[in-house]
């Protein structure tokens, strides 16, 4: 089994800043690409920022310049959202999502969190 565990959500004003923590476990050899999706209400899911196993980055437009994804080095994986002046249009829900090699050696792809919480109100 495998699981990717999001936390970092939460409530903040406009301009501010949270950090989103995703962390992969369970029977995985090696992993390709992780990455945040967001979900609005009403709007259909969108990559938000992608990071692969080599740590190249990829992000919407909607948020280049204020949010930045990175891996963590000891641990590969575990993969942060650095969220920095954040907007009203910024609230979703937040997944991550990875595609990774099992221990089995078969491939998975567009493993799912169950998502956190951002909310940005005054």
């Known amino acids: 089994q495998v699981q990717l565990v999001e936390s970092g959500g939460g409530l903040v004003q406009p301009g501010g800043s949270l950090r989103l923590s995703c962390a992969a476990s369970?029977?995985?050899?090696?992993?390709?690409?992780m990455a945040w999706y967001r979900q609005a209400p009403g709007k259909q899911r969108e990559l938000v920022a992608a990071?692969?196993?080599?740590?190249?980055?990829?992000y919407a437009d909607s948020v280049k310049g204020r949010f930045t994804i990175s891996r963590d080095n000891a641990k590969n994986t575990v993969v942060y959202l650095q969220m920095n002046s954040l907007k009203p249009e910024d609230t979703a829900v937040y997944y991550c999502?990875?595609?990774?090699?099992?221990?089995?050696?078969?491939?998975?792809?567009?493993?799912w969190g169950q998502g956190t919480q951002v909310t940005v109100s005054s």
């Open positions: 990071i692969t196993s080599g740590g190249s980055t990829n």
């Open positions: 999502n990875a595609d990774f090699i099992a221990l089995s050696g078969r491939p998975e792809y567009d493993y």
């Open positions: 369970g029977s995985i050899f090696s992993i390709y690409t």
